[in-house]
Nanobody, 122 residues
Framework: QVQLVESGGGSVQAGGSLRLSCAAS?????MGWWRQVPGKEREFVAA????????RYAESVKGRFDISRDNANNTVYLLMNSLKVEDTAVYYC??????????????????WGQGTQVTVSS
């Protein structure tokens, strides 16, 4: 059974940093981070291939966020730097249907964590 558990969320002032972690069970696949605010659709943030050789970022976070993974520990990370108020959202870890494609469409993911809240204040 696949289980994804996010951690590392919290409150931070604008310009600060947070590092999210996702502990995964089950077989390794490409992984992604998504975020959602109330009343809005879930938004793609970043993705990484299974072998850590390909990444993809939303334009809004490019240059500020970094996705990485530690396959030995079956964990994926999202380092968020230079946080902005508009980054406030519930962040979700997700497992892709693909192994090595850093997907950015929601239907390309089939398992989701429960989410962790990130709140950025001005």
């Amino acid at each position: 059974q696949v289980q994804l558990v996010e951690s590392g969320g919290g409150s931070v002032q604008a310009g600060g940093s947070l590092r999210l972690s996702c502990a995964a069970s089950g077989r390794s696949r490409a992984m992604g981070w998504w975020r959602q605010v109330p009343g809005k659709e879930r938004e793609f943030v970043a993705a990484i291939s299974r072998h850590n050789d390909n990444t993809r970022y939303a334009e809004s976070v490019k240059g500020r966020f970094d996705i990485s993974r530690d396959n030995a520990n079956n964990t994926v990370y999202l380092l968020m730097n230079s946080l902005k108020v508009e980054d406030t959202a519930v962040y979700y870890c997700a497992r892709s249907r693909f192994s090595d494609y850093a997907a950015n469409q929601e239907h390309q993911y089939n398992y989701w964590g429960q989410g962790t809240q990130v709140t950025v204040s001005s």
